[in-house]
Structures are given as structure tokens and as C-alpha cells.
């Protein structure tokens, strides 16, 4: 089953289409994350008008709350949410790392108290790739164990044994071949030794597609680069490359330079909801007392809905009182400069000018207005 | 300078249409509340889909945040927030008694602190006259004093008096007559005989249009309801009739029958904001347990897009998860609910039917599902 046609490259950039279940999906694709089902601040009416095609969405969560037998009652997470995009679920090994409370990982899998009611689960691969299938995910990732930074060489080694050993249980626990895809996962911290020794045992095995884990946790943005260089030769071009978790614009741009056809983000809307909007000249942050009576529109030029109809001032206005429609107005903004962005590129690429692009981005991004900080890296 | 146009007589019951700077509003009509500018968790042109043609904004809150100067720079409320349908702008009589921390009312204005920052403000008529015409509402209401229920009738008549001379001054106080509309408040608590003085001496004077301010501030319902049919017969046929405040469904129903042409309340949209959405077979609260699993729309048949597309035990999921989109889309259902609402009144007495609809109307809301509370007024 191909899941990937690659129809332009550039370099090493590439594009091309996904295949899924709801829909082909150009790549490469920026996916909005909708944690519990929904992206934060969004209508699916609203992400379709954006441009969005796929969505990530937490099996964690969703088989926490509501429930994946009651999702798989409801149609599955498309039938229960009415998103018609493609889904792509993340497992839960970073959310069960970072949100749970109390966690013992076991041979076997992993127990942990929910961050919502302090109930225990006890969540094995196969387990996980069962409550996927009940979300009825275009794209299903396995269950792995993601280590912080710094961890030890030792406990990283042990950590990259555990994700293969559950790789291979979730390639054997599937039920569904053929309707449902499933990606393995490279892990091994941040020692390259580790990286191309995950990178052999999970590329070695049978996945529809391949992303790279465990990045973005707290290391400096330099070794993030050099785990992808480690890796990035090894993985088979005939297979979706997805970069979990990334990132700010100019991680995309990387990405991409480097091969990568998929990335997800919680940037583009967390940082809408603070006020911290995306332009070509930089990021800015409309609560800046600067805005107060900025006529203009967050970007010139900028087709969203928010740039067509509001000012700076009434948007700052908007944060400043505390109103829920400035994270709409915000989100929308944000959301539809990465649609943008991704497209830009894709054509970048298929023009063979991906390296032009990368370079003006890059000169007028870095050389704007940027007035805040990512609340995530400090970058 | 004609406000008000009646097209139709039905009972006491009127339709006809609003003359405003911006368009020609179809009366009865409902106002959504957008108290700093914006209708929460709406945007613009949502409000717009779903046939909303004039909000109440309050200049209160506009002076105190972002202040009435800039948004004049800006263009008015209008040029600032990019609204174009038509604004009434209350003026904040009853914002200064219900939300200033500290407040003294003297014979030429009140002194109050701000909700906000704890600063110090003295308001006079003529200041909230200026207030209203740098927002640029296109119907502004004159500053008053709201009194609360229980008050005794000495404090009751003194306080009508001085809205009364209150309202004398914000007539003189105008600049620009002919463009913003002015309307006077009926006042006088409870108290018949006071509410009848009240009637008298504000309708005596040359204002666009007259409301009845003072009521749903804890009395029972049928107190308030004495209190319209007690100056209702008063206010003149060839003026706007507004009652300030008010409702729920039945609650707009009752004051059409008495000839009521304009109403504002925050019930359709902080009800939604709290799970409580409106039918036609009554309230329900889709927080309920009993939504988990239930796939059909908030209301069969209904064309809002949060019906068309979404499911009661979606709409709960998001609820449940304190998800932002939850408010977006439960204010659409319940704010095109309201919509709907008055445009079948309207229809029913243009076609002589009101007295059927009002009836059919209660018969079955009242017979319905209901499951919650009121939460401003218990009913």
C-alpha cells in the first residue's frame, strides 16, 4: 500500500502527496493540533476555509475522555467529531511522559494516573494501536517511550531497545491492515550513536511511513538538527518522513531542506491564544502597547479573515479585555500564515526554487519586527 | 427626524422597522450584547450570517477600556471594530451601580472607581452624552440611575427625579443632533405611582425613543410585568419602545405583546457560554450525562451551522474538555435561536397571528425538555 507519491525534488526537499483515508494531502503538510478533537479556538468550517487538510489529534486524551469505544460507537472521530480532513493520532508516549502524574514503565507498557481524574491505566502497544483503530486515525503512530533532555547514554540505550521491542507488537497487534496506516518511531535521545542505532531497527520494519520522536524537549536547536542530519540520509524515500512536534517557521523551512514531508505544532495556536502572530516580517505581539492605535492589519497584504477586517488597535483591544473572539481572530490569522507558509514552499519546491525561498524567508523573518519570545524554546 | 416606522399592528403587538445611520432594522428586534465592542466568542461576520443587525455595546466599559477618544480617533466604534451593522450604546447607569467598586452619586454625576484598575472617574450626563458620540453609537441612551431591588420609595422618588433632571441635561448636552439618536429611560423602581411620574416627565421630553430601564434587577417576574403595563399605555405609538435588559424567549414574547419593539440581554450568549442552549421543546443543558452517546443536533431541524454539523455528544465532549471552540459553537446555536425567534414574531404579526404564535409558542417551550435553570433570574 503506497502512501506516499513524491512528485517534485529539490535538493533534498521534497513534494508530493499523501494518501490517506479522507482525502490526498500535499505535501509537504503542516497539521494544526485538535488534542481532544477539535483544534483550540477552531471550526472545522473555519480549518477548512484555512486550508487545513489533516489534523493531529492525542489518542491519549481521547481514550482518557470521552472514551475510544464510545468514539468508535460514534462513528469513530471522524463520524463523532464531523472533521472529514485526515486525522493523524499520536500514541500518547509524549502525553503520558509530560501529563502523567504518577508513571512506571514496564516491560509490558506503561501505568499512569490521569491528569483529568487521577484514575490509573495501564497502556501497552497493543493497546494503543486497539484505541486508534477505535478513533478510526487516517494515520496511527505506535507507542514509544520519549525521554527528556539530558537523559544518560545508559537509560537512553535502554529507552531505544523498549521503543523497537513496542514497535514490533504494534505492527503485529494491528487488526485493520490496509484501511488504517501506521508509522514507526526513531528515538535515541540526543546521542547519534543511539539515533542511527533506533533509526536501523524501526526503518527495518514494516511501516507505511517513518517520523522522528523526541525532539524539542528542552536541547538546544542545534542538536535537534544534528539528531535529524543523523538520521535523515537512512530513511527510505519512498515513505512519508514526519517530524513530530516541529515547530516554529523557520524549523519548518529546515525540515523541509532536510527532507521532512510532515510536521505538527502546537505553535501556531498556543501562541495565537498569547497574543503572538506570525508575519513575514517576524512575529509580533498585538498586546504590545505599540498596537493601541495601529490602523493597519496585523499584516499588510495578509488575505485571513482577521487582516481583512480588523486593526492592530482593535485586536490589541480585544486581548488586552480578556474577549474569547480575540483567540479566534487570532488563531485564524495564525493558522492561515502556516497554510501559507507550507504552500509556498510546496511550490518552492515544485518551481525548483526551494533554496531561494528558504534563503528570502529566512533574511526578511529574521531581519523583521519580532517583538516576543517563543513560550516554548526561548527562540 | 423619524426613529421608528410601524408597519403592522397586531393586539399591542408591533412590527415595523428601526431607521439607524447604519441600515434599517426590522422591529421587534433582539439585540446581542457586545459590552467592550465585541459579542463574545462571535465574530463580526458570523453575527452577520446569523442575521443579527444591531448590538448593544456599553460606554461604560468603551471609556474606562480602550477609552472613548481613541476609538473616536479610529472612526467610531464602527471604524475601530469594523462592525457595520447598527450599534446602541448603553450608557452606564447600570454598569456604574452593578460593577463600581466605590460609588457616590452626587446631583451632578457619579464618582466610582474602576472595575478594572481601581482609578477614579466622575461621570456627568454631558460627559456620557460626549462618550457616546466619540463611541458613535447610533443610538445612545441617556446616563440614569438604576436603582436596586428592594428600595424604599423615598430613595425610589429621589432617584427618579434626579434621572429626570439627568435626562434634561443630556438632551441640552448633545452636539450633534441628527446624526445619533437619543433615547430617555423610564425609571421608578417597583413603586406604580413612581414609575408613572417617571413615564410622565421622560416622555415629555423630545428624546428619539424611550426605554424602561430598572427591571430584571431580582424582582419577581410578574412585578416587572406590572411595571411595563403600568407606563406602557403611555409610551407614544410613533416612537421606539425599548426594554433594557431583558430577556429569556418568554420574556421577549410578553413585551411584544405589550408593544415592546427592541430588546438586549446577555442570556443568549453567557447561557451558551455555560452549556445551556435553547429549543424550541425548551432549555437544555448539553453538559448533561444523558448527551454522552446521543448523536443527534442540538435541535433536530434547526439550520445553524453548530446543528448541521455537530452532534449533542460532540458538543458535550467539548464542553466537558473545556474546549474554547464549545463557546463559539454553542453561541451560534443559541444566538441564531434568538434570530429565528424574532423573525416568527415578526412574521406573525405582519400576518395577524401573533396571538396564535404566542400561545403556541409557550404551549410547547413550557411543555418541553428543560433541564436547567435560569442562571440571572432562577426561572
Keep these: ?30 497539521m494544526p493540533v485538535g488534542t481532544q478533537g477539535v483544534v483550540k479556538a477552531m471550526t472545522h468550517g473555519q480549518l477548512k476555509e484555512l486550508g487545513v487538510t489533516m489534523i493531529l489529534s492525542n489518542a491519549y486524551h481521547l481514550y482518557l475522555r470521552p472514551g475510544d469505544e464510545l468514539i468508535r460507537r460514534m462513528g469513530g472521530l471522524h463520524g463523532f467529531s464531523g472533521w472529514d480532513g485526515a486525522i493523524l493520532t499520536d500514541s500518547g508516549g509524549y502525553q503520558i511522559f509530560s501529563l502523567g502524574v504518577l508513571r512506571e514503565i514496564k516491560e509490558d507498557g506503561v501505568l499512569f494516573q490521569s491528569h ?6 495501564f497502556l501497552t502497544p497493543e493497546k494503543m494501536i486497539r484505541v486508534q ?3 478510526g486515525a487516517d494515520i496511527a503512530m505506535c507507542l514509544d517511550e520519549c525521554v527528556s533532555y539530558p537523559s544518560t547514554f545508559e537509560y537512553t540505550r535502554e529507552s531505544v531497545e523498549l521503543t523497537t521491542r513496542w514497535a514490533r507488537r504494534c505492527l503485529e497487534a494491528r487488526s485493520e491492515e490496509g484501511r488504517q496506516r501506521l508509522f514507526g518511531i526513531i528515538q535515541g535521545g540526543f546521542y547519534p ?25 528542552g536541547e ?21 518522513r514526519y517530524m513530530m512536534g516541529i515547530g516554529l517557521p ?32 517576524g512575529r509580533i505581539n498585538i498586546k ?42 487570532n488563531t485564524i490569522h495564525n493558522v492561515y500564515f502556516y497554510m501559507e507558509l ?38
Design 1 to 30: 500500500m503506497k502512501t506516499i507519491e513524491i512528485d517534485h525534488i529539490d535538493g533534498a526537499a521534497r513534494s508530493g502527496r499523501l494518501i490517506t483515508g479522507h482525502g490526498t494531502i500535499e505535501t509537504p503538510v503542516f
Design 220 to 240: 538546544p536547536k542545534s542538536l535537534m538538527w544534528d539528531m535529524v542530519d543523523t538520521v535523515g540520509d537512512l530513511m527510505p524515500a519512498g515513505k512519508p
Design 250 to 281: 523557520e524549523d519548518l523551512l529546515e525540515g523541509v531542506k532536510r527532507g521532512i514531508d510532515m510536521f505538527d505544532c502546537i505553535i501556531p495556536t498556543r501562541f495565537a491564544r498569547n497574543g503572538s502572530l506570525f508575519t513575514w516580517d
Design 133 to 135: 483503530e477505535n478513533i
Design 288 to 329: 504590545n502597547a505599540r498596537f493601541t492605535d495601529d490602523e493597519g492589519p496585523v499584516e499588510e497584504g495578509c488575505s485571513c479573515y482577521t487582516c481583512r477586517t480588523f486593526s492592530r488597535a482593535y485586536l490589541r483591544h480585544l486581548v488586552v479585555s480578556h474577549e474569547l473572539t480575540s483567540f479566534y481572530l
Design 193 to 217: 550513536e543511539l539515533r542511527l542505532r533506533s533509526a536501523e531497527e524501526i526503518l527495518s520494519l514494516d511501516f507505511d511511513g517513518f517520523a522522528i520522536g523526541g525532539l524539542s524537549v
Design 116 to 121: 483529568i481524574d487521577g484514575s490509573r491505566h
Design 342 to 379: 507550507m504552500k509556498k514552499i510546496r511550490n518552492a519546491i515544485s518551481s525548483g526554487t526551494f533554496d531561494r525561498f528558504y534563503h528570502d524567508f529566512k533574511r526578511r523573518y529574521e531581519g523583521g519586527e519580532s517583538d516576543d519570545r517563543c513560550s516554548v524554546c526561548n527562540g
